[in-house]
C-alpha cells in the first residue's frame, strides 16, 4: 500500500525555524517526484515546492523562495520541507504529495505547522 | 503566479451533471497540457480525480472527465451521487504549480 505520512508539524513563533518529514512506503521512492503544498485553515490548496526524483531540480512558489528548502533522501525514503524564518501567514497544513512534475497521485494525511508568539 | 479562477460554488441534483471551469491564462492553462483536478472531502487530504487535462488514475469513476479550451479547463461530473460532495480543485503546470481557488459541490 502506498504511503506518505508528514511528521514534524508544531507550533513555532514568528521567525523561527521547523523541518517537515514525509515518509513514503509502498512504493519505490526514487522514482517519483515529490511536491509540498499547503492549505491555511478554511482556505484552498496552495503549491508549495516541488523536488525532481534525483533531488537535484526543484521549484518553490514566491513567497518561499529563499525561507523554504525541499530536498530528499532517497535511501531513507523521505522527503524534508525546511522552514525559516517563519511568518504567521505561513500557518496551514502542509501535505507532501508524490507525482510527476505537474501533478500529486498520492498525498499525506497532513502536518499542522503554526505560527504565533 | 496567479491563482486560476474557479466559480465558488456549484450545485446539482443526484442523477444530473455538473461541470466546474478553471480558467488560467496563456502563461498556464492555455500552454500545457497539464491541468489536473483535485477533490477534497473536508478533514481529508486531496484525491487527484483527474491528471493531464483528461487522464483518470486507476479507481476513479468513468463519471469524472476533463477537458481544456483555451486558456479554460472544465470538470465535468455526471450521474452526481450525494459522495460526490466535496470541494474540487484545479490546478496547472506553470513553471511550478498553481491551484485555483476551489468549488464547493453541493449535491441537492
Known amino acids: 500500500e502506498v504511503q506518505l505520512v508528514e511528521a514534524g508539524g508544531d507550533l513555532v513563533q514568528p521567525g523561527g525555524s521547523l523541518r517537515l518529514s514525509c515518509a513514503a512506503s509502498?512504493?519505490?521512492?526514487?522514482?517519483?517526484?515529490m511536491h509540498w503544498v499547503r492549505q491555511a485553515p478554511g482556505k484552498g490548496l496552495v503549491w508549495v515546492s516541488r523536488?525532481?526524483?534525483?533531488?537535484?531540480?526543484?521549484a518553490y512558489a514566491d513567497f518561499v523562495k529563499g525561507r523554504f528548502t525541499i530536498s530528499r533522501d532517497n535511501a531513507k525514503n523521505t522527503l524534508y520541507l525546511q522552514m525559516n524564518s517563519l511568518r504567521a501567514e505561513d500557518t496551514a497544513v502542509y501535505y507532501c504529495a508524490r507525482g510527476s512534475g505537474s501533478y500529486g497521485d498520492c498525498w499525506g494525511q497532513g502536518a499542522l505547522v503554526t505560527v504565533s508568539s | 503566479q496567479s491563482a486560476l479562477t474557479q466559480p465558488a460554488s456549484v450545485s446539482g441534483s443526484p442523477g444530473q451533471s455538473i461541470t466546474i471551469s478553471c480558467t488560467g491564462t496563456?502563461?498556464?492553462?492555455?500552454?500545457?497540457?497539464?491541468v489536473s483536478w483535485y477533490q477534497q472531502h473536508p478533514g481529508k487530504a486531496p484525491k487527484l480525480v483527474i491528471f493531464e487535462v483528461s487522464h483518470r488514475p486507476s479507481g476513479v469513476s468513468n463519471r469524472f472527465s476533463g477537458s481544456k479550451s483555451g486558456n479554460t479547463a472544465s470538470l465535468t461530473i455526471s450521474g452526481l451521487q450525494a459522495e460526490d460532495e466535496a470541494d474540487y480543485y484545479c490546478?496547472?503546470?506553470?513553471?511550478?504549480?498553481?491551484f485555483g481557488g476551489g468549488t464547493k459541490l453541493t449535491v441537492l
Open positions: 523536488i525532481n526524483n534525483g533531488g537535484d531540480t526543484t
Open positions: 509502498g512504493f519505490t521512492f526514487s522514482a517519483y517526484w
Open positions: 496563456s502563461s498556464d492553462v492555455g500552454s500545457y497540457n497539464l
Open positions: 490546478s496547472s503546470y506553470a513553471g511550478g504549480v498553481v
